[in-house]
T-cell receptor
Framework: GQSLEQPSEVTAVEGAIVQINCTYQ??????LSWYQQHDGGAPTFLSY????GLEETGRFSSFLSRSDSYGYLLLQELQMKDSASYFC???????????FGSGTRLLVRP | GAVVSQHPSWVICKSGTSVKIECRSL??????MFWYRQFPKQSLMLMAT?????????EQGVEKDKFLINHASLTLSTLTVTSAHPEDSSFYIC?????????????FGPGTRLLVL
């Protein structure tokens, strides 16, 4: 089967750094994406890794190791507005036909 | 940036009625759109891939006769939930693929909340 594993919940304080891990097991691999979803809203695209290494976009960075079937999302200088669910997603059959992980609920405390 | 809209944003209907949800790419053309369903506190589950001008491809376990998909133009896909029942109550989200340089990025619509009474 195809599966993506990520922690269900993470709590951190404002200003801190948090890392959300994602391991995947899929028949195909066309990149690892990360999405943010606030309660009641739709997912918004954060980052995409097709190759091994680190991609940085402002306060957010994403890492991929294809040999380990592993990636992570790193959020720096946490703000209260970062409290949301974060989903990793793998392109299984193509880069855009996505299989989503179960999501990690991030709670940022003052 | 690429914008995807959905209409309506929420629907309340009686059991047995059919509901149509529209997904539009506002500032780009999308040959491929996707329809997802998300139950509370759960992940997004892909229902089907909608391809402009051809039949949709449904994921395993999704009834194609119940969830009718039409992708009649490069900017519009519709999902019709036929004979809706309370168990079809969910958050339905569409997405569209935008080509940006060498990269294809998937942009999500704001979602449609369906409540079947």
């Amino acid at each position: 089967g195809q599966s993506l594993e990520q922690p269900s919940e993470v709590t951190a304080v404002e200003g801190a750094i948090v890392q959300i891990n994602c391991t995947y097991q899929t028949s195909g691999f066309y990149g690892l994406s990360w999405y943010q979803q606030h309660d009641g809203g739709a997912p918004t695209f954060l980052s995409y890794n097709a190759l091994d290494g680190l991609e940085e976009t402002g306060r957010f960075s994403s890492f991929l190791s294809r040999s380990d079937s592993y990636g992570y999302l790193l959020l720096q200088e946490l703000q209260m507005k970062d409290s949301a669910s974060y989903f990793c997603a793998v392109g299984g059959d193509s880069s855009y036909k996505l299989i989503f992980g179960s999501g990690t609920r991030l709670l940022v405390r003052p | 940036g690429a914008v995807v809209s959905q209409h309506p944003s929420w629907v309340i209907c009686k059991s047995g009625t059919s509901v149509k949800i529209e997904c539009r790419s506002l500032d780009f053309q999308a040959t491929t759109m996707f329809w997802y369903r998300q139950f509370p506190k759960q992940s997004l589950m892909l229902m089907a891939t909608s391809n402009e001008g051809s039949k949709a491809t449904y994921e395993q376990g999704v009834e194609k006769d119940k969830f009718l998909i039409n992708h009649a133009s490069l900017t519009l896909s519709t999902l019709t939930v036929t004979s809706a029942h309370p168990e079809d109550s969910s958050f339905y989200i569409c997405s569209a693929v935008a080509q940006q340089g060498n990269q294809e990025t998937q942009y999500f619509g704001p979602g449609t909340r369906l409540l079947v009474l």
